[in-house]
């Protein structure tokens, strides 16, 4: 495996830094997209660009915060995002394709591509479904793809409910039972909205796990549900990305 | 979870920041999230910057609730203790 950091034109064309983690070997193989969560372009998310190209897949994570503050801490880069009302969902979406596209132009891809994301990272991956061509989705507990964030809160967002009858490819979404962002109701209505627009979703909700059960360094990580959860999503990669 | 929400006060003062040496500080950002170093599921975050300087130039806290809000006591309290006439703020 070699990993290394690339630039890749994101949004507007935007110059954009971005973890690359490749398999060794020049077979075909497909591509993943890791969306950083709101902490940023951080140590533990570059772990999993890494056990992506373990698995097998050329993995990438662009920087989105490269803009704000190009060099920067992760833990400061993303107080600067933070502070400036986080990340647009139209930049989100061109610099995951900016991504997505540098994954399709290595000489080992195979077309496909896949994205995964946590935590805010995880309504984005939703998000970047429903917007462009990419062959599968991974949502680990992303808040407010529905439901609705209070109105006086001053980060901008939305849900993407509108957005879901568009979405393009399979999803594969695991949840925390005592999660509140995403509450189990909120994953009910997202569950019942693809099914009536037949959608393919895969769903599984985890006991004794809140959000960010997959965070290894953190107080919330529960391995019985992240090790789980690992395994579902390299068998649904491995369903949706190879060949 | 992650709620999202960020406050933000402007403010006007000092801190004492990365590589020991103080600078100005005129942006407050509050929010309670997930933290990077404490241990704990959520802390209340306090970010004391000035963004002219860079995103490096930063003065970071990450307080339990409880501790957030001895401080937000403290502060008070501390205040309320100063004769008005000392404050600059005495008038407003």
Redesign the interface.
């Known amino acids: 495996m070699t990993a290394s950091t690339v630039h890749l034109p994101g949004y507007a064309g935007d110059d954009v830094e971005a973890y690359l983690a490749r398999p060794e070997g020049v077979q075909r193989r497909g591509g993943v997209v890791v969306i950083h ?3 940023g372009y ?1 140590r533990g998310t570059k772990e999993m660009v890494r056990r992506f190209a373990v698995l097998g897949y050329d993995a990438i994570c662009p920087n989105l915060y490269w803009r ?2 190009p060099g ?2 992760p ?3 993303a ?2 995002a ?2 400036n ?2 990340v647009p969902d139209e930049q989100l979406v061109a610099d995951v394709g900016g991504a997505a596209a540098y994954l399709r132009s290595l000489p080992t891809s195979n077309g496909k591509v896949g994205v995964i994301g946590h ?2 990272g995880g309504r984005q991956a939703v998000l970047a479904a429903c917007q462009l061509d990419l062959d599968a989705a991974v949502d680990c507990y992303g ?2 793809v529905t439901g609705t ?2 109105a006086d ?3 901008k ?1 939305t849900n993407v409910v509108d957005h879901l009858p568009a979405l393009g490819c399979p999803l594969l979404g695991l949840f925390g039972k005592q ?3 995403p509450s189990p109701e909120q994953v009910d209505e997202l569950e019942r909205i693809l099914l009536d627009s037949g959608k393919s979703f895969e769903r599984h909700d985890y006991d004794d796990a ?3 059960f997959f ?1 290894v360094d ?3 990580y529960r391995p019985v549900a992240a090790i789980d959860g690992w395994e579902r999503i390299a068998a649904f990669y491995a369903a949706h990305l190879g060949g | ?8 006060a402007d403010i006007d003062g000092s801190a004492k920041g990365p590589g020991g040496t103080w600078q100005h500080v005129t ?1 407050a ?1 509050v ?1 309670f ?2 933290p ?1 170093h404490a ?3 959520h802390t209340l975050n306090i ?1 004391l ?1 000035d ?1 002219s300087r ?3 130039n ?1 003065i ?1 806290l990450e307080l339990s609730a409880t501790s957030a809000r001895q401080l937000v006591a403290a502060i008070n309290d501390a205040l309320a203790a100063v004769p008005t006439a000392l404050r600059e703020d005495a008038s407003a």
């Open positions: 969560h709101m902490p951080d704000e503050a920067a801490a833990d400061d880069a107080a600067v933070r502070a009302g986080g935590c805010s808040a407010y964030p209070p809160w001053p980060l967002i999660d509140s962002y809140a959000h960010a965070a953190r107080p919330s | 979870m992650c709620t999202y929400a960020t406050m933000h942006d950002t929010y999230d997930h990077v241990l704990h599921e970010d910057a963004p860079g995103p490096s930063r970071a």
